[in-house]
């Protein structure tokens, strides 16, 4: 019987002992469960911004594909679509680490050359050699995933420009410029604006606003498109022999899929799911909105018919707009914002044909416009309840905002124009920018690539049904 006792006495203790120490280490493993899975959700959530930004780029292919002739179709989806090829390697190899390693405050340095101390660790790394001056990137998610989300940055930007040298751009050149464009003047305002210590930025810098984008995307692309497109020249029919557009629902196609690419180029720019994430989705999808309807609201009442492809650039001009503001303001001012940017955007678009620059689809009149507008008015509504990194605009307080928008805008447009205009003249005496004029005017596919969008046979269907 004592011996029962025994038994079930020490039982009993070893069971109490279990319990009292699961129930000591309960919270501890909470909090790690609490941890792992928060970072497994950002995780999950970043991959899938970065496909969306991704997408983004194809959908610029179609959206610009659909302004230009039959003709120069692939050529147009292609100078988009190699750029998924070119700069998914060198952001590898380069442009990564001189956008976001440490470095000065202007470039970064080649610490992370090819990946080198790129792992899966998240991206905490020592600033000097005090502990408390510990500083991140995205502390809950791998450092390749925050790499590989930029690098859909890196491909998209250089795309854009294309829209303005669109028709008579050799290539060859193209694609060299695009690789030099990349490396000397993104990943420099990347590094500016977004990098630990970067000139411009909120770390360190004089705190300029550009939650995802307006200067290091739209200005520098929209200044440089502008530049290129004056280097270039016109295309040969222009202004007396351009075509419509040969495919409208491309367009709107093409918009379609920026818009949704769109929620994960401003959304994700929170760098974690949670608060500031929805903030910047839902200023989104309000800008883009309030962006198509002040260009339908234009064209009806100046006009008398609003357009499919009036939309498709309204929405495009709201998202460009609202893009360095996504999270730092509330709806409303997104609703302000978008509707200010297109209407800007609008009449640059016409201005833009009173002064006989063939910018092709209207790159720096969308872009560079609505990113001036976009990063000088975040400086107008930004404010702290919606983001408590950031900074009060005008509106809330700190008027200076707006004058430090100001400076971060003209020093992105002094890099973006003075870095291409450099660029293509070494090009020019090199390989050569412009393919001849016989080869312009049969069409680049067949003469650049040597295939064509559209056979025979499909051109045949067209013809018998438009009769």
Same mark, same amino acid.
């Given at each position: ?47 899938? /911004? ?14 610009? @594909?659909?302004?230009?002739? !039959? ?42 050359? @090819? ?50 040298? =669109? ?7 193209? !694609? ?37 984008? @307006? ?5 520098? !692309? ?47 720019? =929170? ?62 001012? =997104?609703?302000?914002?978008? @509707?200010?940017?297109?209407?800007? /955007? ?92 016989? =080869? ?28």
């Amino acid at each position: 019987m004592l011996k029962k006792v025994v038994i079930i006495g020490a039982f009993a203790l070893l069971l109490l002992t279990g319990l009292t120490g699961n129930a000591l280490a309960a919270p501890t493993d909470v909090n790690a469960a609490i941890s792992s899975a928060q970072e497994s959700a950002d995780t999950a959530f970043m991959l899938i /911004c970065s496909a969306l930004v991704l997408l983004m780029t194809p959908g610029l292919a179609f959206f610009y @594909g659909g302004f230009v002739r !039959s003709r120069n179709i692939l050529n147009t989806l292609m100078m988009s679509f190699v750029l998924m090829a070119i700069v998914g390697v060198t952001w590898i190899l380069w442009g990564y680490s001189l956008a976001f390693a440490p470095g000065n405050p202007f470039i970064g340095g080649l610490e992370w050359f @090819g990946l080198n101390n790129v792992g899966l660790e998240t991206t905490d790394y020592l600033k000097g050699t005090n502990p408390a001056e510990m500083v991140s990137y995205a502390p809950t998610i791998p450092h390749q995933a925050f790499m590989i989300y930029q690098a859909m940055f890196a491909i998209i930007t250089p795309a854009l420009i294309s829209g303005a040298i =669109a028709e008579r751009m050799n290539f060859t050149a193209y !694609s060299l410029f695009v690789l030099l464009w990349s490396t000397f003047v993104y990943s420099p305002l990347a590094h500016m604006v977004w990098a630990k210590g970067g000139f411009l930025g909120l770390y360190g810098g004089i705190n300029a606003l550009d939650f995802a984008g @307006g200067t290091v995307v739209h200005i520098s !692309s929209g200044v440089s498109a502008l530049v290129a497109a004056i280097y270039l020249g016109p295309r040969r029919t222009y202004p007396d022999r351009l075509s419509p557009p040969h495919n409208v629902p491309f367009i709107l196609l093409g918009a379609g899929l920026l818009w949704f690419g769109w929620f994960g180029f401003n959304a994700g720019s =929170a760098l974690a799911s949670g608060g500031l994430a929805t903030a910047a989705f839902v200023a989104t999808n309000t800008g883009a909105a309030a962006g198509a309807l002040m260009w339908l609201i234009l064209e009806k009442v100046l006009r008398g018919k609003p357009t499919a492809v009036g939309a498709a650039t309204g929405a495009v001009a709201g998202l460009v707009g609202i893009t360095p503001a996504a999270g730092f303001v509330t709806p409303l001012a =997104a609703i302000l914002i978008g @509707g200010i940017t297109a209407f800007v /955007c609008f009449y640059a678009v016409s201005f833009k044909h009173k002064v006989n620059i063939d910018d092709a689809l209207d790159t720096f009149p969308v872009h560079g416009v609505g990113g001036t507008v976009g990063a000088i008015i975040t400086g107008v509504f930004a404010t702290t309840t919606v983001n408590s990194a950031g900074k009060n605009g005008l509106l809330f307080g700190n008027p200076g905002q707006v004058v430090t928008q100001i400076i971060a805008v003209a020093i992105a447009y002094v890099i973006a124009g003075a870095g291409t205009w450099i660029i293509l003249k070494i090009l020019d005496v090199t390989v050569g920018l412009r393919i001849n004029e016989e =080869a312009e005017l049969q069409g680049m596919d067949i003469n650049e690539h040597g295939e064509e969008g559209y056979n025979e046979e499909f051109g045949e269907r067209i013809s018998l049904t438009n009769r």
